[in-house]
């Protein structure tokens, strides 16, 4: 009984913030290395961003690092995404994913269940 529920997506403007919040059980956070991929329109989903439980090791696609970073909260059992200096071409779905162990992967095959998504739209 794996869920992950994404919130916080939302319309900004070039240069704005946003902060993504994936919510899960305390199970699955405890035990899941937890990761954020996205989807743009005709393109594949890449990896954005992911973050171990065991010892909060984090990785980020390069496309993103500097703007973007990962969190864990034990106390609420979330995987927080905070996007800042937001670009057009950051307009994508983001996908909150979860892979049983400890070690960082950056490959969506790792990764063994989604939440649904959430739309994130970057206006220039």
């Known amino acids: 009984q794996v869920q992950l529920v994404e919130s916080g997506g939302g319309l900004v403007q070039a240069g704005g913030s946003l902060r993504l919040s994936c919510a899960s059980s305390q199970e699955t956070y405890s035990t899941h290395t937890m990761g954020w991929f996205r989807q743009a329109p005709g393109k594949e989903r890449e990896f954005v961003a992911a973050?171990?439980?065991?010892?909060?090791?984090?990785r980020y696609s390069d496309s993103v690092k500097g703007r973007f970073a990962i969190s864990r909260d034990g106390a609420k059992n979330t995987v927080d995404l905070q996007m800042n200096n937001l670009r057009p071409d950051d307009t994508a779905v983001y996908y909150c994913a979860a892979r049983r162990g400890s070690v960082v992967q950056t490959t969506e095959y790792f990764y063994d269940y989604w939440g649904r998504g959430t739309q994130v739209t970057v206006s220039s």
């Open positions: 973050i171990s439980w065991s010892y909060g090791d984090d």
